[in-house]
């Protein structure tokens, strides 16, 4: 048993709260800990983009769920520069771009494989240093040189806030990514997970990424 119905309606009543369409809201749900046949019945309540950390694990899932065609498949977790190949040919999006170095990379792997893969810069805005993410003072020249690359579609932004408890105290950290992309004029931002998505929404995510709270009672 799977909870997409609770999940969408405090999507609903969080875009609700802060005056937007939640149709300009998309869940991504993150198969990270679900079974196949868990993914099976979120794509029959009408999930259609599914989010994986691993490009093996998303390569096992993505094979078994062959006869379902159009959904779409988001690259979330930390991508290493040697699995980029086969993230190009699996993902439809990658939103962990944290170095040029991977970007050159992902952008020659995009075009080898004759498609163009829509990016998101990864932005470490707490400045943990056990974070992924470029820092908050470097992420404007990545954005610019990946603007550059062949093969990539900039998109926007992505951050994981610090995990707490408290749902609020991410709150600042979706905050200060919102005002980054606003003066990038960068449209899109993957925040937001299931223990702080509703704030998320609430400071402008357009793609929320949950995983426990839809698959794990």
């Keep these: 048993m799977i909870n997409i119905k609770e999940v969408r309606r405090r999507i609903n009543e969080a875009a609700e709260r802060a005056g937007r369409d939640p149709k300009g809201i998309t869940l991504i749900a ?46 979330i977790g930390h991508l290493q520069t040697n699995k980029v190949k086969q993230a190009a040919l699996l993902f439809d999006a990658v939103h962990s771009v944290d170095s040029l170095r991977l970007a050159k990379e992902l952008s020659l792997k995009a075009i080898e494989v004759q498609k163009t893969m829509p990016v998101f810069i990864e932005v470490n805005v707490s400045g943990e240093e056990t974070k992924y993410g470029i820092k908050e003072g470097e992420a404007e020249g990545l954005i610019e040189e990946s603007r550059r690359l062949g093969g990539l579609e900039l998109k926007g932004l992505m951050t994981m806030a610090p995990f707490s408890d408290d749902p609020e105290a991410s709150r600042p950290y979706f905050r200060s990514l919102k005002l980054k992309a606003e003066s990038l004029k960068l449209k899109e931002l993957s925040m937001g997970m299931s223990g702080d998505f509703e704030v998320a929404i609430e400071e402008g ?7 426990s709270a839809i698959f794990n009672k």
Excluded at 205 to 211: H, L, Q, Y
Aim: glycine residues 8%; neutral net charge; charged residues 25%.
């Design 30 to 75: 993150v198969t990270k800990t679900a079974a196949v046949d868990q993914v099976k019945e979120a794509i029959d309540s009408g999930v259609t983009d599914f989010g994986e950390n691993r490009v093996q694990a998303a390569k096992e899932k993505i094979s078994c769920l062959s006869g379902f065609p159009d959904i779409k498949w988001h690259m």
């Design 205 to 211: 995510a357009t793609i929320v990424r949950i995983g």
